[in-house]
């Protein structure tokens, strides 16, 4: 793999040279795969740099001022390779959508990780993310800010160890962080990112779409038609389990028998390209 080099100018001659690089088709990646599994380095090889454009466009819409551009794609280069170790060819998908959770994971662990004086742990600074998003949430339903007692409850934790959580990580401020004014209530992306073109916001979208509809074809034709009419996919709009019955000639409890075993699929699956980075 090809060294990242820090400076602008250097920067910019390694955005050239890997834009040359001939992008690999499906079969492709399925014809490497196999040959990485017999041990094939430069089969490997070769996996790895058709996928650094793709970590170049990562790391530039995960960019985060604790760590220089240069750093965030060697960071994701890791993620890149641990993804080609562990990536199966069998598996119907394609290696970018496997390979973006091990980058985005690698690169949000460094500036986690460079961003603090004292360093959390990986599940302690996930769940904080959570309740900081659960806080939005809950802000919106309530037309106000919720009160400490209303957010734990809201997140069945107890109220202490959710402060001793929050306490940790009042040091840490981003482009999320809202003005300091009490009237102010843009934060540092609002104030500053132009939204007239965003090739990265386009980029993240395709891969989501690409994602989901490759987890929804882990599913049987019955459970993809039940997880696509009740949370509105494809262009589908939602129905009640008692509607669904009646078209599908189902009761409405096998209906949500079938909506909950899918749902079970969906996160062991996501779990699989999750959780495994932790081991």
């Known amino acids: 793999m090809r060294n990242i080099p820090t ?117 302690k600074e996930q769940l904080a993310k959570k309740i900081h998003a659960e806080k939005n949430v809950l802000s919106q339903d309530l037309k106000r800010a919720p009160t400490k007692t209303e957010l734990s409850l809201h997140l069945g934790m107890p109220e202490k160890t959710m402060e001793e959580l929050l306490a940790m990580t009042e040091a840490v401020s981003g482009f999320e962080t809202p003005g300091t004014e009490s009237s102010d209530t843009l934060n540092l992306l ?43 996919m494809n262009g589908r709009t939602r129905k009640s389990l008692k509607k669904m019955g009646i078209e599908m000639n189902l009761s409405p409890e096998t209906v949500r028998h079938i909506e909950k075993k899918a749902l079970k699929t969906l996160q062991e699956e996501a779990e699989k390209g999750y959780l495994c980075m932790t081991a």
């Open 190 to 232: 609002d104030r500053y990112e132009d939204y007239t073109y965003s090739p990265e916001t386009a980029f993240s979208a395709a891969m989501l779409r690409e994602q989901t509809a490759a987890m929804l074809r882990l599913l049987s034709e019955r459970e993809r038609t039940v997880i696509e009419q009740r949370f509105e």
């Open 7 to 123: 400076s602008d100018e250097s920067l910019s001659s390694y955005f050239r040279s890997i834009k040359s690089i001939h992008l690999l088709s499906k079969a492709e990646e399925e014809q490497l795969a196999r040959r990485i599994a017999g041990g094939d380095e430069k089969a490997k090889q070769r996996l790895i740099e058709a996928n650094l454009r793709l970590v170049v466009r990562i790391a530039r819409s995960m960019w985060n001022p604790s760590l220089s551009l240069s750093d965030m794609i060697q960071e994701g280069n890791i993620g890149l390779m641990k993804a080609v170790d562990r990536f199966d060819g069998e598996r119907n998908v394609r290696f970018s959508t496997y390979a973006v959770w091990w980058i985005r994971q690698s690169i949000s662990r460094a500036a986690i990780n460079t961003g603090r004086t004292i360093r959390l742990p990986h599940r």
